[in-house]
């Protein structure tokens, strides 16, 4: 009956002549692309953004690294592939290069040597990940010439090493290109950066590309409302897409709660025997060290006044409303650390199958995740149907 409902719900918002395609995100690890879980959800796209600096410096080989072969090994399998790389300027505390300079020339000959690996293998190509957050300060303000160099090497990477590659090999299909990935733009503070700005004006105003990525890691949907508003008030009609999202942000805001903060939270904690004055980040290194049953996350999860269940179908309703052709959702486990603090961020929540966290089932594979399994699936099917 619930299935029906929500169904019934989503023929009757805006934008129901768009496909919303959901799909598995594999970050910045193609290496855990697992084809034997992917067939485990009816999923159809893949997406990866590989750390480039990890080729540029030499640590990995665009010509034998395994994550790129797991990619293409995907492709080969019928997957569709949304593919990028996570620029880390901030990081290494490199300032974008100028146009023309020997860094530049060696960034993108780097990027045109992984093509040449993955580029008949991609369906979408993301031109950055999260440059608001990855880019130094002063390369998303306007400088002395009147540029913002993160928007310039944005549409140069673009001009001069991906419409150059798939020129020169016309046999291939060229991918539609995104501008993004852009996080946080609930945020006055991103609103206001001259980059974040005019990578939303290049998405609308460059013919080549087809449109924006945003990220959708927040507390609650009003997060949500505010990003979508923000970029169709630039960007109104072109397609977005999706590669992150999560409640992240809400998970943060009580990690330091007390299992025992409600009635709930005290019945649960004496159902498994932990002292009810136990912190959250206190069971959380718990489960990443030991591991716990399914039914026991789920009962902590339900035992918390602020955790919406079926928000997966909440985000769907927004991705329907303001025109998100693709999103992708994590997948396997990744960041579980096995210690906690007040100050750790809580990613380890979102996997579809949460391997760090839950115990295996009888049969010894991955536990799916009982907070969004169901829901992912419903969702998948959702968008396959459009």
Same mark, same amino acid.
């Given at each position: ?6 169904t019934a719900?989503i ?9 919303q395609e959901i799909?598995?995100n ?5 290496e855990?692309i697992?084809?034997?879980?992917l067939?485990?959800?009816p ?5 990866t953004?590989?750390y480039?600096f990890e080729y540029?410096n030499g640590a990995?080989?665009p ?9 293409i ?17 901030r ?8 146009p023309?300079?020997a ?12 093509l ?8 979408i ?5 999260e440059p608001?957050?990855?880019?130094m300060?002063e ?7 009147g ?11 673009l001009n001069?090493?991906?419409e ?5 090999h016309?046999q291939l299909?060229r991918?539609?290109v ?11 503070e ?5 980059g ?10 460059n013919?080549?590309? #087809?449109? &924006? ?5 927040? @507390?609650?949907?009003?997060d949500m409302?505010?990003?979508?508003? !923000? *970029? ?9 897409i999706v590669?992150?999202?999560s409640l992240?942000?809400?998970y943060?805001q009580?990690v330091?709660d ?12 004496r159902k498994?025997?932990y ?9 959380y ?13 789920e ?11 079926h ?5 769907y ?11 992708t959702?994590?997948?396997l486990s990744?960041?579980?650390p096995?210690k906690?603090t ?8 979102n996997?579809?199958?949460?391997? #760090?966290? &839950?115990?295996k089932?009888?049969d010894g @594979?991955?536990?799916p ?5 169901n829901d !992912? *699936? ?8 459009k």
């Amino acid at each position: 009956m619930i299935r029906k409902i929500f169904t019934a719900l989503i023929i009757l918002l805006p934008g129901g002549m768009y496909a919303q395609e959901i799909g598995a995100n594999f970050n910045h690890d193609p290496e855990i692309i697992d084809m034997a879980y992917l067939r485990k959800t009816p999923v159809e796209w893949i997406r990866t953004t590989p750390y480039i600096f990890e080729y540029i410096n030499g640590a990995k080989d665009p010509a034998t690294e395994p994550g790129l072969q797991q990619l293409i090994e995907a492709k080969k399998a019928g997957y569709k592939v949304a593919f990028g790389f996570r620029w880390d300027f901030r990081k290494y505390k490199l300032p974008i290069p100028a146009p023309g300079s020997a860094e530049e020339k060696k960034y993108f000959a780097t990027v045109a040597a992984i093509l040449n690996r993955v580029g008949a293998s991609i369906d979408i190509f993301k031109l950055g990940n999260e440059p608001n957050l990855e880019t130094m300060e002063e390369d998303l303000q306007v400088n002395a010439e009147g540029i913002v160099p993160l928007v310039r090497f944005t549409e140069r990477l673009l001009n001069e090493v991906v419409e150059p590659y798939y020129r020169q090999h016309p046999q291939l299909t060229r991918p539609d290109v995104y501008a993004g990935s852009l996080p946080a733009l609930f945020e006055k503070e991103q609103q206001q950066k001259p980059g974040v700005t005019g990578l939303i004006r290049l998405a609308q105003n460059n013919s080549r590309i #087809k449109g &924006l990525a945003i990220h959708l890691h927040i @507390s609650d949907s009003l997060d949500m409302e505010k990003a979508f508003r !923000f *970029v169709r008030t630039i960007m109104p009609d072109k397609p977005i897409i999706v590669p992150e999202f999560s409640l992240f942000r809400l998970y943060n805001q009580h990690v330091s709660d007390e299992l025992g903060s409600s009635e709930a939270g005290i019945a649960f904690a004496r159902k498994y025997n932990y002292p009810p004055d136990m912190k959250l980040y206190e069971w959380y290194s718990k489960v990443n060290t030991e591991k716990v049953s399914a039914e026991e996350w789920e009962r902590m999860f339900a035992s918390r006044s602020w955790f919406p269940p079926h928000f997966m179908k909440t985000y769907y309703r927004y991705f329907r409303q303001y025109g998100v052709v693709l999103a992708t959702y994590g997948y396997l486990s990744q960041s579980a650390p096995a210690k906690v603090t007040p100050g750790t961020g809580i990613w380890f929540v979102n996997p579809i199958f949460p391997m #760090k966290s &839950l115990q295996k089932q009888a049969d010894g @594979s991955y536990t799916p995740n009982p907070l969004w399994f169901n829901d !992912f *699936v419903d969702i998948v099917h959702y968008g396959a149907k459009k």
